[in-house]
């Protein structure tokens, strides 16, 4: 079991070595007062030259995918007591730790958030992805509607597809049984009591953190101002949309005028139906791009709050649990000194806690890192092709009118066109 | 000059550059200029003046100017206009631009002072002078001419010609409207077709203020967007560089609205100017029925004179009259008193035969060249109009690439932003 660790550990302090060194403090090393300060654990370390192979090994296969996960195909079931969405879970691999290589099951929300809550429990040094809001005003938002269920099975996909991704998650018995069990037994009840123990247990534990390395002050402070940002760029999402609706409210109606002056005209018939269609199809092409919008800009942004939440409750949890240690090993030094006893078992694994908890809370930032670099990207790309595709679509509208207007120009006068 | 084309604004009248006057002249109001005096009450006001440019046609930039090249401010043209409205009433007058602006939309300055507004009314009345320039008739008119070229004495001139006198009055004007009863069925339509036009292109332009007020807002958030790009990228590392670089796209976009809606208000002018021509050809179809009136009030008299006739020499008394009445009561007249009053009434009757006769040639005439005005009127405004209509194609779909550019450097090019984040 202790082989494990050290396996674990290596994977995640190599690209924490380079992360802190290079990324962090911009090229100069620095000394934190953690007690799992990188150098000392790389001190720690026994290489073993097999160890390092497989090390190697795991690490590559991390990358190499051997589970995917989809979600998909939703379907409404109506019941005497209620009504309510399932998606289909399909699973493919080649992983031993699964009987099948392939399931196929369906699900409901419910049964995610039951899976979200054990991953957070049995695995609270991890940084868990967030799944869409469970509760939604009934008045306001239809529960039902195509576009409501489409946004949520997106998210849903990706909270699953984030955890199957994760080198530790993937392999969390929860995440197994909820792809293939039947019949998920989740004891609702039984979850809540361990959720409750814990922070009872914390809360009895009330230890202080006297200094929290600074790494995790930038982390923290980086998640704060991020958060805000994201709050502003909803907003102005939201405002676009809205002025963007009223838009097109007038623009309907200016492009009906043309067609009812068309009606008085003769020879001006064509050019102003004409121009009234142009002004249809750009009307058209807007409702499409606030659509799009709306379906894919406002779920990032919600969802990387919410992962800035659970975020945050990680780095708290850290907190406590340095606290915690600390804590312990004030109190046995102080023992040690007047009874000279040596440092308890409970001490060294604080300890590990800890350095667990450091190792385990740097590789899920930089993965939380990269993912977001990806899907800001991603995201930014898609608004800005599908604005392009608006613009693209008015254009080619218009084109086509002008070059039909000059056409029967051409065939009535011979004058010279603007050009 | 044309914005969208940039091509001589009177290459558009290539057929109507026919005429003798701008064979000689090309016209051009240059420039305009903030005076300041006192009105008419006597009260210190600002107002602006523009500079009449005339110069011999074709000829070289340095070619000397014709005549006084006068100042003239707006309330001039309305005068010269209003004279043309009288003295020329088959004609259908090309309008000045708005004396006010109108259809604004919130960025827009109502105000007659603005810069841009002063510029855009500097093209009205040069496109208003050419178009005279332009028309057979009004070409001709010395008022005109002098109106181009003398500084001094105008005023005096174009009122010594007492058109004012001539003026219907509207109440003239509206008892005409009212009463008529036979218009003739192609000015009726006329009118109602310049009703119908009136009524579409104001609609028109009202929607179009409240269009570039809403997409002025549109683009003007995504600026906003700009701004939080670059708070963003203050914060990430590997993201700095991309994020600034959509910051600034989004700046730029964003700040294009305002070109985009400068260059809308060219065409905006244009069907301005149809706007302000139906209340020309309004005026035509009032002429019209004004003088029709005059033919059925001078008909109705001969008739009635006739009747009258009629019944002095048969005795017989076919409609009540008062006459009628008091020789029935009073006795009938002598011979001779009879005599004298048929003789009155046989004059009446070769007078009023005679205005008949001239209210029938005078309203034929009107309707004959009136109809070819209207004709030539409809052409051009067919012609014009689409050429508007084209052009604000062209502008969209330049718009359209423009943007569309801006957007494809920000984040669809995989070796700009998107590689820096």
Redesign the interface.
């Known amino acids: 079991r202790r082989a494990i660790w050290w396996v674990y550990i290596y994977i995640y302090i190599y690209p924490t070595i380079v992360y802190i060194e290079v ?1 962090l403090t911009n090229g100069k090393p620095i000394e934190t007062s953690s007690p799992a300060s990188a150098s000392s654990l790389l001190n720690r370390l026994q290489l073993d030259d097999d160890l390092e192979a497989d090390t190697l090994d795991l690490y590559a296969s991390t990358e190499t995918r051997d589970l995917f996960v989809t979600v998909d195909d939703p379907k409404k079931h109506v019941s005497t007591m209620e009504t309510y969405i399932t998606y289909r879970v399909s699973t493919k691999t080649s992983r031993i730790e699964f009987d099948l290589p392939e399931y196929n099951l369906r699900r409901r929300y419910q049964d995610f958030d039951w899976l979200r809550m054990k991953l957070e429990d049995s695995q609270p040094t991890h940084l868990i992805p967030p799944l869409p809001e469970k509760f939604v005003m009934k008045g306001v938002v239809d529960r039902f509607s195509e576009e409501f269920v489409e946004t949520r099975m997106k998210a849903l996909d990706k909270f699953l597809k984030r955890v199957a991704d994760h080198p530790v998650l993937s392999f969390n018995p929860h995440l197994n049984a909820f792809l293939t069990a039947k019949d998920l037994n989740k004891r609702q009840g039984l979850a809540l009591l361990t959720k409750v123990g814990e922070s009872v247990k914390q809360a009895a534990g009330g230890y202080k953190l006297r200094a929290r390395p600074p790494e995790y002050c930038v982390m923290g402070e ?1 998640l704060d ?2 958060n805000q ?1 994201l709050g ?2 909803d907003r ?1 999402a939201q ?2 949309l809205k ?2 609706t ?2 097109l409210v ?2 309907r ?2 492009g009906s ?2 067609a ?2 068309a009606g ?1 005209e003769d ?2 018939t064509r ?2 139906e ?2 009234a269609g ?1 002004v249809s199809t750009c009307c058209g092409a807007m409702e499409d791009l606030s659509e799009g919008m709306s379906q894919e800009l406002l779920p990032v942004l919600r969802e990387y709050v919410l992962y800035i939440e659970s975020m945050k409750n990680v780095l708290k949890k850290r907190d406590q649990s340095q606290a915690e240690y600390e804590g312990r090993l004030e109190a046995a030094v102080i023992r040690k000194q007047e009874e000279k006893t040596p440092v308890p078992v409970e001490v060294e694994k604080c300890q590990d806690r800890v350095e667990c908890f450091n190792a385990d809370l740097k590789a899920d930032w930089e993965r939380w890192q990269s993912n977001k ?1 990806q899907d ?2 991603q995201l ?2 898609s ?3 599908k ?2 595709n608006y ?2 679509k ?2 080619s509208a ?2 086509s ?2 070059s039909q ?2 056409d029967d ?1 051409a065939e009535n ?1 011979n ?1 010279t ?3 | 000059m ?1 914005q ?2 940039a ?1 001589d604004i009177t290459d558009t009248f ?1 057929v109507e550059r026919e005429t003798a006057l701008l064979k000689k002249i090309d016209i051009n109001v240059a420039e305009s200029e903030k005076r300041s005096g006192k009105n008419t009450v006597n009260m210190q006001e600002t107002y602006t003046v523009y500079l009449i440019e005339i110069r011999p046609a074709n000829a070289a930039e340095g070619g000397l100017p014709v005549g006084d090249s006068p100042w003239r401010r707006y309330s001039e043209f309305e005068l010269l206009r209003t004279y043309l409205l009288v003295t020329y009433p088959f004609v259908v007058i090309p309008p000045l631009p708005e004396k006010r602006a109108e259809f604004v939309w919130h960025k827009l300055s109502a105000d007659n002072l603005d810069p841009d507004f002063v510029e855009r009314r500097r093209l009205g009345l040069e496109n208003f002078l050419i178009r005279v320039a332009s028309h057979s008739v009004l070409s001709k008119d010395k008022i005109f001419y002098q109106f181009l070229t003398e500084e001094k004495g105008w005023r005096e001139a174009v009122l010594e010609t007492g058109f004012q006198d001539k003026a219907d009055s509207r109440l003239k004007s509206l008892s005409a409207t009212l009463r008529v009863k036979n218009p003739d069925k192609s000015f009726t339509d006329l009118k109602q ?1 310049s009703d ?2 009136n009524s ?2 104001s ?2 332009l009202r ?2 203020a ?2 570039a ?3 002025y ?2 683009y003007k ?2 600026g ?2 700009g701004r ?1 790009f670059s ?2 990228s203050a ?1 990430e ?3 700095g560089d ?1 994020l600034q670089s ?1 910051g600034h796209h989004m700046d730029t976009h964003s700040a294009s609205v305002d070109d985009i809606l400068e260059e809308e208000e060219h065409y905006a002018d244009q069907l301005k100017e149809y706007l302000f021509y139906t209340d020309a050809l309004r005026s035509v179809c009032r002429k019209h029925e004004l003088i029709q009136y005059e033919l059925e009030m001078a008909v109705l008299d001969l008739a009635s004179k006739k009747q009258q006739r009629e019944e002095l020499t048969t005795g017989a008394v076919r409609v009540f009259s008062l006459k009628g009445m008091s020789s029935k009561l009073f006795g009938q007249e002598s011979p001779e008193q009879r005599e004298s009053r048929l003789a009155a009434l046989q004059q009446s009757i070769q007078a009023s035969e005679d205005a008949v006769l001239d209210k029938n040639q005078e309203c034929r005439e009107f309707m004959r060249m009136s109809w070819e005005e209207v004709k030539r009127f409809k052409e051009q405004k ?2 014009e ?3 508007a ?6 502008m ?2 330049s718009m ?2 423009k ?2 550019d801006n ?2 450097t ?3 090019d995989p070796h700009h ?2 590689r820096t ?1």
């Not at chain 2, 209509?389 to 062209?394: D, H, R, V």
């Open positions: 990324v980086y101002t991020f940002k502003t760029m102005i405002r676009i002025e963007q009223e838009y007038e623009l109606e200016y005028v043309y009812g002056w008085s020879a001006l050019p102003l004409g121009v142009c670099r800001f990207r930014l790309t608004m800005a092709d604005n392009i613009f693209e008015c254009q218009w084109e009118l002008v207007l000059q120009q006068t004058e066109n603007c050009d | 044309c969208v084309c091509r290539m077709y119908e036009l579409a292109i609609h028109l929607v179009r409240k269009v007020d809403r997409m807002g549109v958030v995504h906003n967007y939080i708070e963003w914060i590392k590997e993201m991309g959509a067919d012609r109009l689409r050429e209509l084209i052009s604000y194609a062209i969209q779909i359209c690439k943007v569309g957007m494809g920000a984040t669809c932003v998107t984040m």
